[in-house]
């Protein structure tokens, strides 16, 4: 049976924290969260707050329906919706990974300056204009090799095609070669402390592909 791609309910984020640490776990550059309880936790209140506080949230997930209920949600993307500062301003989310509930396992330090050179880059490189930003991208390891990761990003270039503006994202090197093969354009690395984090990738409709 085929995979399906569907949006993502409140009752998902079990599964959006049962996939957040099988992949992103283990100690990398961008992966600052470890695959602990307390960790785990935080993980499930702060996609449920973003689920019920984030109006620009969308969470999308990939389904295989021949595996067991409890493990049939395999991949995910969380993706925010174009909206300017004002409108963001006035919606009044915090997201939970900057208040004082991140836990202490966390390298609280690494995750704020992350977060600072964030916004700063999304700026320069972004300016005023609205846009898609893909947040996350994760499949489960075990589920690799099946086309999920393409089918997320896809669905956010899909709307941008439709509306005719651009998609934004900060890519680890494991999942850049998705974006440069669907014609999104590298912008410059993203570094913070010293280091090299990621990559920052644009997808403009009708300009990236070949």
């Known amino acids: 049976m085929p995979l399906i791609l569907e949006n993502c309910i409140l009752d998902d984020t079990s599964a959006i924290v049962r996939i957040s640490a099988a992949a992103f776990g283990k100690p990398s550059p961008i992966n600052v969260f470890p695959d602990t309880p307390t960790v785990n936790a935080f993980r499930k209140k702060r996609a449920m707050h973003s689920f019920q506080h984030d109006p620009f949230l969308i969470f999308i997930k990939i389904v295989d329906t021949e595996l067991p209920p409890d493990q049939q949600i395999i991949a995910f993307a969380k993706w925010t919706k174009p909206h300017t500062k004002e409108e963001r301003a006035k919606s009044g989310f915090t997201d939970l990974l900057m208040t004082d509930e991140l836990p202490a396992e966390c390298n609280r330090q690494l995750i704020r300056d992350l977060e600072v050179v964030k916004n700063k880059q999304v700026k320069e490189v972004m300016g005023d204009r609205t846009f898609y930003h893909l947040d996350v991208l994760a499949t489960?390891?075990?589920?690799?090799?099946?086309?999920?990761?393409?089918?997320?990003?896809?669905?956010?270039?899909?709307?941008?095609?439709?509306?005719?503006?651009?998609?934004?994202?900060?890519?680890q090197d494991t999942s850049k070669p998705i974006f440069v093969k669907y014609g999104w354009?590298?912008?410059?690395?993203?570094?913070?402390?010293?280091?090299k984090r990621g990559t920052i990738l644009v997808y403009t409709p009708g300009k990236n592909q070949d």
């Open 140 to 171: 489960h390891p075990d589920h690799g090799g099946k086309g999920c990761a393409g089918r997320l990003v896809r669905w956010g270039m899909q709307r941008a095609d439709e509306e005719g503006i651009e998609c934004y994202v900060e890519a």
């Open 185 to 195: 354009k590298e912008e410059r690395d993203l570094v913070v402390q010293g280091e």
